[in-house]
C-alpha cells in the first residue's frame, strides 16, 4: 500500500488562498493517476479534482476556476492551490488516486471562516 501525507491546511478568511501537499511513498506514484477528495462534517467524501500521469487535469464544477491541482513526480507529491474560498470549502481534505485506491492518510483541515 501506498502510503499519503496531507499537510497545508488551516484556517483562513472567505475569499483567501490555501496550498495543500501531498507526499506519497512508493515508486508507482508517477504512472497514476492522483485525485484530492474532500470530505465536510456529516458528508460523503468527495472528488474535488484529479490529475493524469501527463498532467491532464479535471475539476468538480464547484471549485473550478478556483483551484488547480498540480504535481511533482520527481518528489512523489501533489498539489491543490485553492483560491477564492468560501465557507463551503470547510472540509478535511485527503489525496490518493483516482483508481486503485489506497489506504487513507490522516487529511488536511481546511476550515474557511471569518
Known amino acids: 500500500q501506498v502510503q499519503f501525507v496531507e499537510s497545508g491546511g488551516g484556517l483562513v478568511q472567505p475569499g483567501g488562498s490555501l496550498r495543500l501537499s501531498c507526499e506519497a511513498s512508493g515508486n508507482i506514484f508517477t504512472t497514476k493517476t492522483v485525485a484530492w477528495y474532500r470530505q465536510a462534517l456529516g458528508s460523503k467524501r468527495e472528488l474535488v479534482a484529479w490529475?493524469?500521469?501527463?498532467?491532464?487535469?479535471t475539476y468538480a464544477d464547484s471549485v473550478k476556476g478556483r483551484f488547480t491541482i498540480s504535481r511533482d513526480n520527481a518528489k512523489n507529491s501533489a498539489y491543490l492551490q485553492m483560491n477564492s474560498l468560501n465557507s463551503e470549502d470547510t472540509a478535511l481534505y485527503y489525496c490518493?488516486?483516482?483508481?486503485?485506491?489506497?489506504?487513507w492518510g490522516q487529511g488536511t483541515q481546511v476550515t474557511v471562516s471569518s
Open positions: 490529475i493524469t500521469g501527463l498532467g491532464a487535469v
Open positions: 490518493n488516486f483516482l483508481l486503485d485506491v489506497q489506504n
